[in-house]
């Protein structure tokens, strides 16, 4: 021993194995020092954390799957919410373009009221006015009363917006007879059926 410990080699102790492989230690260390090398140590607490090992390695991959697998379903859940939410939203620009399209057609088809009584007016000079003014399938009936109901076809024939205008019925004398009442119906230029 002091010719080992000499040339630096230090020895604590000494195992000798038995017929059973249950070896026997000498020490020549305090004990303290040996408490990993005791024979007699349970190896049910080693096989224990070592089992515990194996299943943490086994299911560590699980683990991590399901946790992926639970962060995409929540990714999915949240696109699923916003491409709901944008469905709806081109569901409702389709449903109101469609109404402005159906609106655009009709406007093209019938004319436009609002911009047919505008040109109406303009045409008609200041001492006349409407008392009716009716416009269905791009086709203009008006009456009212004006001083010379005759030179008022002539106006509406040249102002380009209507076509063949013609009186109704009979240019009848009010009964100050100075207005004359007039129905004259007209074709708007603009219309699909024109």
Do not use: Y
């Not at 402005?100 to 436009?112: F, L, M, Q, S």
């Not at 009363?145 to 040249?158: M, N």
């Not at 209507?162 to 007209?186: H, M, Y």
């Amino acid at each position: 021993m002091d010719n080992l410990r000499a040339a630096g080699i230090a020895i604590d102790g000494v195992e000798i194995g038995g017929e059973s492989n249950a070896g026997s230690i000498i020490r020549f260390a305090p004990a303290r020092r040996w408490q990993w090398l005791t024979g007699d140590r349970p190896l049910l607490a080693l096989t224990a954390g070592a089992a515990v090992l194996f299943v943490l390695a086994v299911l560590m991959p699980f683990i991590r799957q399901e946790l992926a697998l639970s962060s995409a379903n929540s990714a999915i859940e949240a696109l699923s919410t916003q491409a709901e939410a944008a469905g709806s939203l081109r569901q409702s620009i389709d449903q109101s373009s469609g109404a402005a399209g159906v609106i655009g057609r009709e406007r093209v088809h019938t004319g436009n009221l609002l911009g047919t009584l505008a040109a109406v007016t303009k045409l008609l000079p200041d001492d006349s006015h409407l008392t009716a003014l009716t416009l269905r399938e791009g086709h203009l009936t008006i009456t009212g009363v004006s001083p010379s109901a005759a030179h008022l076809i002539d106006v509406f024939a040249k102002s380009g917006t209507f076509r063949d205008p013609t009186f109704e019925s009979p240019v009848t004398q009010s009964d100050k007879g100075r207005l004359e009442t007039f129905t004259i119906s007209a074709t708007l230029a603009g219309t699909a059926g024109s």
